[in-house]
């Protein structure tokens, strides 16, 4: 089969584009007019980092991962820097990711200014990583650890969170059909007027007493309250100094030790005067001890009772003259008769008057 010339030319150019393809892939790292400074780290592992990844320092490209391979026990990192003091011996070398989406690269810290430049050629210290592999398996590792008891808590505490709420429900309805003082509270209308009259008066109340009426304004807005107060006080301490000191008849009292002397020997003739009487010496223990004294009075009190029956009875001479009434009417009688004496006397001489008052009377 002849193949056209338009065939050819397309045949041509789809050999130039794959050729030119395996020419980037096979020359991208090849750069020969850049220096570049070899040095190899080892990781316990290299997950996400690949080779032809970054080398940075503080974020700024420095270099690129040449291989990665297994190392005995770890994983052998090699990789170049184009500028020869990017590495010191203190430099320390961690795989980092550069995004959430799992991009990755080989990050160097500066290391201290006073340590020397690293040989090419030499590992660079490691420090351990953590990326999105070792997170997630943690934190599965850890799940069950930390889910299971908050799952146990919810479990058990279900049964009451649900009577709770269920409890709650019922109140909230209650409170909302206007049921009890809580609801009526709420419900009632009129609480708030109340609470708004209350609120009136109550700033009235205020009102008069920051202008001072009444008598807890004045108190609290007076000032002649304080300076009576701290006068008071001044007074009072200057009483309780002179107290102290003896002045006066109460610090007398308080102070004056005779006070006491005197008031024990009071007792101390209490005492002996109660002794004695006690004992039944003297007017006032025969009065309290001698029973003698309650025998005479008794018996006078018996006499006394019995001449009082028989005044009241009537017997002998003042008992008729508290009983009868003949002697009255025979003494206001004498007395009439006494007065018509009287008055003729004025009238007659001595021997007349003398003469009338015998005829009178007898």
């Given at each position: ?20 393809a ?53 994983v ?9 003091d ?47 592999d ?53 419900n ?5 007027d ?7 008066k ?18 609290m ?10 006068h008071?006080m ?28 005197e008031?024990?020997?009071t ?6 005067i ?17 029973n ?27 008992g ?43």
């Amino acid at each position: 089969m002849v193949m056209s010339t338009e065939q050819k030319v397309g045949l041509f150019f789809l050999a130039a584009l794959i050729l030119l393809a395996v020419m980037i892939e096979l020359v991208q790292d090849w750069r020969p007019f850049e220096d570049q400074y070899p040095y190899h780290a080892r990781f316990e592992s290299a997950v996400g980092l690949k080779v032809g990844d970054p080398v940075r320092v503080a974020g700024v490209d420095v270099g690129k991962v040449k291989n990665i391979a297994i190392d005995k026990l770890h994983v052998r990192v090699d990789f170049y820097v184009n500028l020869a003091d990017s590495v010191r011996e203190d430099s320390l070398a961690q795989i980092r990711q550069a995004n959430m989406l799992g991009g990755t690269f080989l990050g160097l810290d500066f290391g201290s200014g006073e340590s020397k430049i690293l040989e090419p050629g030499s590992e660079v210290q490691t420090e351990g990583n953590s990326n999105i592999d070792q997170l997630l398996t943690n934190i599965d590792r850890n799940q069950e650890r930390v889910l299971r008891p908050l799952g146990d808590m919810v479990e058990d505490s279900r049964k009451p969170l649900t009577d709770a709420i269920t409890r709650l429900e019922r109140i909230m309805t209650k409170i909302d059909e206007g049921e009890g003082t809580l609801g009526r509270l709420v419900n009632n209308p009129a609480l708030y007027d109340e609470i708004t009259a209350v609120s009136s008066k109550l700033n009235l109340l205020l009102s008069r007493l920051d202008d001072g009426q009444g008598t807890l304004g004045k108190l609290m807005n007076d000032p002649a309250l304080y300076d009576n107060l701290n006068h008071t006080m001044i007074n009072l301490a200057e009483l309780s100094n002179q107290i102290n000191s003896g002045q006066g008849t109460l610090g007398k009292l308080l102070v004056d030790d005779r006070l006491y002397e005197e008031a024990t020997k009071t007792l101390s003739n209490l005492n002996s005067i109660s002794d004695k009487v006690n004992q039944g010496e003297g007017t006032l223990g025969k009065l309290v001890n001698d029973n003698t004294l309650y025998d005479n009075a008794s018996n006078s009190m018996s006499r006394i009772n019995s001449i009082a029956t028989k005044i009241d009875d009537g017997e002998g001479t003042l008992g008729r003259l508290v009983n009868e009434d003949d002697l009255y009417r025979d003494a206001k009688t004498t007395l009439h008769k006494v007065e018509k004496s009287v008055d003729g006397l004025s009238d007659t001489g001595p021997l007349s008057a003398l003469g009338v008052v015998l005829g009178t009377l007898f």
